[in-house]
């Protein structure tokens, strides 16, 4: 069993940074896959980006490819999502994901229970 948690989010201006990071436990999270998605009330959970277990293939959205930024610390169990020059429609709750390969929330198993992102105008 893995638990995971976000923490980083918060309320910046357009054009701000923020680092989002996704704390888990359980020793087997260093081989599992990791994705980031968010989701606003009433709508569907979208992708936003995935690593690979050893930290390759990381793998964006169209929407914030050259703005955001995914890694990972496998000995701190941690993946990071570094977001850049944020705009008001990435204001969401941000959640990080599991054991899985895809860009389907179905594809994983873990969530996180998210961290809220507001980017002001």
């Known amino acids: 069993q893995v638990q995971l948690v976000e923490s980083g989010g918060g309320l910046v201006q357009a054009g701000d940074s923020l680092r989002l990071s996704c704390a888990a436990s359980?020793?087997?999270?260093?081989?599992?896959?990791v994705g980031w998605f968010r989701q606003a009330p009433g709508k569907e959970r979208e992708f936003v980006a995935s690593?690979?277990?050893?930290?390759?293939?990381?793998y964006y959205a169209d929407s914030v490819k050259g703005r955001f930024a995914i890694s990972r610390d496998n000995a701190k169990n941690t993946v990071y999502l570094q977001m850049n020059s944020l705009k008001p429609e990435d204001t969401d709750v941000y959640h990080c994901a599991a054991r899985g390969l895809g860009t389907r929330p179905s594809d994983y198993e873990y969530w996180g229970q998210g961290t809220q992102v507001t980017v002001s105008s």
């Open positions: 690593i690979s277990w050893s930290g390759g293939s990381p």
């Open positions: 359980g020793r087997t999270f260093s081989s599992y896959n």
